[in-house]
């Protein structure tokens, strides 16, 4: 049986991803994902192919999964407002549905 929860992804600067996952940390989120992120947007293309001059330029792909709408709001306005003034992000959340609800409640 599946329970639903929001996912919030965020993509952004490697530079920033420590701070970041300390907002994800400090809201009670139990976990994330980090991967490396390419892609095209307003800013230009970032490859994964390709290295970045400086390693710190390069994007990455944040998801976290909370079982409470409230932190996941909380988590995605915080690292909006202290990051993307200055720093390439964009932050989205999805429902989802997931096994084992338990591991994503907040301790």
Not at 10 to 22: F, P
Not at 44 to 58: E, I, K, L, Q, T
């Amino acid at each position: 049986m599946t329970s639903k929860a929001t996912k919030i992804v965020i993509i952004t600067e490697k530079l920033i991803s420590k701070g970041v996952l300390n907002i994800i940390e400090e809201k009670g989120a139990n976990g994330y994902t980090l991967v490396p992120a390419g892609g095209k947007g307003s800013r230009g293309v970032r490859s994964v192919d390709r290295p970045a001059v400086v390693d710190a330029f390069s994007n990455v792909k944040i998801e976290v999964i909370t079982g409470s709408d409230e932190m996941a709001h909380d988590i995605a306005d915080a690292v909006a407002a202290k990051y993307f003034a200055n720093y390439s992000g964009i932050t989205y959340l999805e429902e989802v549905e997931i096994l084992r609800p338990e591991k994503f409640e907040r301790h």
